[in-house]
């Protein structure tokens, strides 16, 4: 029950060419961008006058040893200031760079007045005891000590970090909370890729914005983009060479339908394309991350996000809820000063499990409730984390058949262990799989390590504060 795979999963509508351009080999060199770029004046209006990234961690010696402090602070946002939560004071909070086979060691500590956790949404890493688990609770003014080991074969790629306790996730992420993490080993001070980190948010008296039931049933879209925190800001690239840029997803709800530039996808979540793929449309799912190269244009040339349809809960019975419209992520501006430098790593090509023996096929379906109050289900319940919905196998292959019967698009993440798509073009492997209203879609998992507990989920993340998430165990 494949279904017609949707036109949507497939980053290529306007596809321009799947060819191998030689580009995401070892050894490739481009443009890198420097970090520190000069202020670069855009017309239009409230653009920010010039890009700016999060402060960068990084491993040594195998380790990355850090605190992340969560409290609400002001900050300057989308050219405007406003109190938000923040990592460490920042949004986003800073970019943690690792390299496979570390050990990341956080601190967390909560200074909100609700309790929170953290997940390293993509990571290939056990989700047990004190790693990327998703049960843990840290109530206000405490702190947990988070210790999560990269496998040595664990694969290169833009991740990204957030809470994920389940009732507070859409609320906190919102409001500020997420930041990217990035694998590789490279090193970074000779030139470094462009995290580009893009949310929404609205704000209302120089805050967080709070949002109506119908905005949640819908996934709340906040009324304005941002991009490391500002609105529509310049990034300068040297003209006619090549840039890369790390692209996150971290919008609470938000489709990122990205398009008015050819772009090389190298890859997206964790898993590589090989040879990459020129599109000039790239639709992002929230909580999807994309390694994309660019070249410089000779003119100013914006990087936009379009409205995107992802159906809604129907018969307008629900109540008014934003509308979204189209957004300039960045403005790429021509910059003959940017110093070119070698910064596109080897891929690590996912395994293909197109040929794998299938140990067990299972069937998951997103459905809504309207009894006591819209609620949103997998398998016709809402999570329950005392309840194991599903039990797996150390070892074992098994194929998903993920069926939305409801009229809204709901993209479905698993935690730990990467999905490859069945009818996917060549090797396609994520951790967000979009499954469009009234489609289905087969993805095989290689449950190939990490005994232990954690769950999926819608990533409208709404959706999955209103019940849309189930347990896995694996044995
Ligand atoms: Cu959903």
Redesign the pocket.
Same mark, same amino acid.
């Given at each position: 029950m494949t279904g017609p795979i949707s036109r949507r999963q497939a980053i290529g509508l306007g596809l321009l060419g799947v060819g191998s351009l030689g580009l995401g080999i070892a050894g490739v060199t481009s443009a890198g961008f420097r970090s520190g770029v000069s202020a670069t004046n855009v017309p239009g209006g409230a653009a920010a006058a010039s890009w700016a990234e999060p402060a960068v961690l990084a491993s040594s010696d195998g380790v990355l040893t850090c605190e992340l402090a969560v409290a609400e602070r002001p900050v300057d946002v989308g050219g405007g200031s406003a109190r938000m939560l923040t990592y460490n004071g920042t949004v986003p909070g800073p970019t943690l760079h690792l390299r496979p086979g570390d050990t990341l060691r956080v601190r967390l500590v909560n200074g909100l007045e609700t309790p929170t956790n953290l997940h390293t949404h993509g990571l290939v890493v056990s989700a047990d005891g004190n790693g990327d688990n998703p049960f843990v609770s840290i109530g206000p003014g405490e702190s947990f000590d988070y210790e999560i080991s990269l496998p040595d074969d664990h694969p290169h790629g833009v991740f990204w970090y957030h809470p994920h306790l389940h009732g507070f996730v859409a609320d906190q992420v919102f409001g500020g909370l997420y930041g990217a993490i990035v694998v590789d080993e490279e090193d970074w001070s000779e030139g470094a890729p462009r995290v580009v980190v893009v949310s929404d948010v609205t704000l209302s008296r120089g805050a967080v914005a709070a949002v109506s039931d119908a905005e949640r049933r819908q996934?709340r879209v906040g009324e304005m983009v941002i991009t490391n925190g500002l609105a529509s800001p310049p990034l300068p690239v040297p003209p006619g060479l090549t840039g890369r840029l790390l692209l996150v997803n971290a919008c609470t709800s938000r489709y990122l339908d990205l398009g008015g530039l050819a772009m090389t996808v190298r890859g997206l979540d964790s898993g590589a394309f090989v040879p990459p793929r020129v599109v000039d449309r790239l639709v992002l799912a929230p909580g999807s991350r994309a390694d994309v190269l660019l070249e410089g244009p000779a003119h100013p040339t914006p990087l936009v996000a379009r409205a995107y349809e992802r159906g809604g809960v129907g018969m307008g019975m629900m109540g008014a809820v934003a509308q979204e419209s189209d957004a300039t992520i960045l403005t790429l501006v021509p910059d003959a000063a940017i110093a070119p430098s070698a910064v596109v790593p080897p891929q690590r090509p996912p395994h293909d499990l197109r040929d794998a023996g299938i140990d067990r096929a299972r069937t998951l379906t997103f459905t809504m409730s309207m009894g006591g109050g819209m609620r949103?289900l997998i398998d016709g319940v809402a999570f329950d984390p005392g309840r194991v919905d599903h039990t797996v196998d150390v070892g074992s292959v098994e194929e998903w058949t993920l069926v939305n019967v409801t009229m #809204?698009d &709901?993209?479905f993440h698993l935690h730990t262990w990467p999905m490859q798509l069945v009818d996917g073009e060549g090797v396609d492997t994520r951790d967000v799989v979009d499954v469009p209203a009234g489609e289905s879609v087969t993805v095989r998992i290689a449950f190939d390590r990490f005994p232990g507990r954690t769950v999926y989920h819608?990533h409208?993340l709404d &959706?999955e504060d209103l019940g #849309?998430m189930g347990v896995v165990q694996s044995r």
């Open positions: 996934g949103f #809204m &709901h993209p819608c409208v &959706h #849309m």
